[in-house]
T-cell receptor, first 113, second 115 residues
Framework: DAGITQSPRHKVTETGTPVTLRCHQT?????MYWYRQDPGHGLRLIHY???????DKGEVSDGYSVSRSKTEDFLLTLESATSSQTSVYFC????????????FGDGTRLSIL | AQSVTQLDSQVPVFEEAPVELRCNYS??????LFWYVQYPNQGLQLLLK??????LVKGINGFEAEFNKSQTSFHLRKPSVHISDTAEYFC?????????????FGKGTKLTVNP
């Protein structure tokens, strides 16, 4: 399995609080992604990174920010969490986009009360 | 922009029966196609991929898929399923054009294999 670690694995927090999720990889892959998974919606891309300090928005980026200061770490931040951001969040990595498949972490279950 | 439609949200089958999970896509350019499987409380694992060449692609755990360009489909099949195949399956597509070829996922099909 690809070396991807997401932390925390579970988190419960209150509306309006800041939340940061971490994705750590040991594969030295260039591309990293954050998705959210919700029933009936499949996986939707939030943000992705194509290198250190290089990031771009995905389909559902509103309310989220990301940072990548090192190749191995990709952080997802909810500046002021809302109940609509309750979801399961997955990090993925790939050597490059397109033909190379993405490898996924085990997910973070985030509940915002 | 590309999109993916998985025609069945849930598919119940009996053990040792054949199964087909349907996937259709839309794109204005050539695509790469993927099937992923997600077991409960886990991340997604790659089952198989179509990049080019033979339209019949074999993957892990006895699954295979056939790319049909004229019908823009990439259906997943297994001739005889096991209880352990119970999982959610996602079809995904990526454009072949250079640039930001991001993966777009279908909404998933939950396969339940009953004894």
């Amino acid at each position: 399995d690809a070396g991807i670690t997401q932390s925390p694995r579970h988190k419960v927090t209150e509306t309006g609080t800041p939340v940061t999720l971490r994705c750590h990889q040991t594969e030295n892959h260039r591309y990293m992604y954050w998705y959210r998974q919700d029933p009936g919606h499949g996986l939707r891309l939030i943000h992705y990174s194509y290198g250190v300090k290089d990031t771009d928005k995905g389909e559902v980026s509103d309310g989220y920010s990301v940072s990548r200061s090192k190749t191995e770490d990709f952080l997802l931040t909810l500046e002021s969490a809302t109940s609509s951001q309750t979801s399961v969040y997955f990090c993925a990595i790939s050597e490059r986009q397109g033909a190379q498949p993405q490898h996924f972490g085990d997910g973070t279950r985030l509940s915002i009360l | 922009a590309q999109s993916v439609t998985q025609l069945d949200s849930q598919v119940p089958v009996f053990e040792e029966a054949p199964v087909e999970l349907r996937c259709n896509y839309s794109s204005s350019v050539s695509v790469y196609l993927f099937w992923y499987v997600q077991y409960p409380n886990q991340g997604l694992q790659l089952l198989l991929k179509y990049l080019s060449g033979s339209t019949l692609v074999k993957g892990i755990n006895g699954f295979e898929a056939e790319f049909n360009k004229s019908q823009t489909s990439f259906h997943l099949r297994k001739p005889s399923v096991h209880i352990s195949d119970t999982a959610e399956y996602f079809c995904a597509v990526s454009d072949q054009q250079g640039g930001s070829e991001k993966l777009v996922f279908g909404k998933g099909t939950k396969l339940t294999v009953n004894p």
